[in-house]
């Protein structure tokens, strides 16, 4: 009865770790995403920062301008806060991860590793400020 119940409970861990390993995932940054525009022309830095700013409130970001072509985003969902810098210049833009409040982030491995969610999020980012872009 021992062996049954100790195989039991060992069924029942194996069957929760991947539960808890789909809790997070590599975390995605994005480097030297290339600057668009409707009709190809170059944007002045103003125009972009302004992209930056309304593509990220299209999808509930809050922005901070910060010196050096940056903007910071910070995300806000419940308990949920994750915080990113957007640095640009005139031919492209890089998204990074800076901050985050119960998002699981950590290191694994040498790896930053965060919940699945945060980098859907990033990804909706990217493209809304893409759109934004085309917009001049």
Not at 36 to 64: F, M, N, V, Y
Not at 87 to 107: P, Q, R, W
Not at 109 to 133: M, S, T
Request: glycine share 8%; with cysteine.
């Amino acid at each position: 009865m021992k062996f049954l119940r100790a195989l039991f409970c060992l069924a029942l861990f194996a069957a929760a770790l991947p539960a808890g390993a789909a809790r997070t995932a590599a975390l995605v940054n994005y480097d030297d995403l290339p600057i668009q525009s409707s009709d190809g022309k170059a944007l002045s830095g103003d125009q972009i920062r302004k992209a930056i700013i309304q593509g990220g409130a299209t999808r509930q970001w809050a922005a901070t301008v910060k010196p050096g072509n940056i903007v910071q985003l910070t995300y806000n969902r419940g308990k949920y806060t994750a915080v990113v810098e957007v640095k640009y210049t005139a031919k492209a833009y890089s998204i990074h991860y800076v901050d985050s409040t119960d998002l699981n982030y950590s290191m694994e491995g040498g790896k930053q590793v965060i919940h699945p969610n945060y980098n859907g999020w990033i990804q909706n980012l990217r493209q809304a400020i893409d759109v934004q872009l085309r917009t001049f």
